[in-house]
């Protein structure tokens, strides 16, 4: 499932209070990035296993990587949208600051006050109109400026919501586990093991268990071995990847393996996990 289909040979997308229909309980690992505006309707949308209420005047980033099921989706559904490629959102960001993907990363989805819908509609329809002009000698220039501009202005407008330091300073713990997350999204389609994840980290594995135990109530092992499901789930929805392509991708030292491991985590092997999608 894709949120937006590229049309092939262009590089960007763009539409404005359309329905939308958004297949459900298909996950898909997106391949560019996506803003999303929701003005009519509701949803319900895990991205990368994170639960989501959409509603109206809910705005949505998506990074490329994002892994996205729909759970709910209501008839009336209606949104603008700008749709972009990886290689495209890759210019685009070029010179941020990383840090900004990590916050976009932990926080895809928010609700617009109501002062800022009408700018942030405006903002989509101009990107409409973009697109359509096929003829401006400009059209990607400008629009590599319109979508950083909206990501800067995005980020001054509400990093102030979530950026907010606790009385007593930053909890070591809840950063620690921060970053865990965010090394799982960047490594686990080739590394499992926690050992791994704590030398990242520069703590023993240990301790990286304690923590996670603490913040979250589940085990490090636990969350690696829930992305790496979902990263595998996706695959098998979404690509026409054998199954041993998929095991090499991911690094299992063979194709038994690799199904055992998937059995183990969701009782079905991978064959006939594909096969109930059909």
Partial sequence: ???????????????????????????????GATIFFCHRGTARLEIDLQAYEIVENTQLVLLPGSIVNSTHISPDFTASYVDFS????????????????????????IIVPEERVKPLVGLTLAMEDLYKDRENSFRLQIFKNYVQNFLLDFYDKTQHLFLQKKPDGPNRQEELFKHFIRL?????????????????LF?????LSSVVQNVSGTTAKNIIDRHVILEIKALLQSTELSIQEIANRLQFPDQSFFGRYFK???????????????
């Fill in 264 to 278: 183990k985590h969701t009782g079905i092997s991978p064959m006939n996990y594909r096969r109930t999608l059909s």
């Fill in 1 to 31: 499932m894709k949120i937006v289909r590229l049309p092939e040979q262009d590089p960007f997308i763009a539409g404005t209070n359309e329905r939308i229909n958004i297949p459900v309980n298909q996950i898909a690992k997106l391949e």
């Fill in 203 to 207: 703590i023993t594995p240990r301790y």
């Fill in 86 to 109: 990886k290689t495209l959102f890759e210019e685009i960001t070029s010179r941020l600051d990383p840090s900004f993907f990590h916050f976009l990363k932990e926080h895809p989805c």
């Fill in 184 to 200: 799982i999204h960047a490594h686990c389609m080739t590394q499992r093991e926690v050992s791994f994840y704590a030398a990242k």
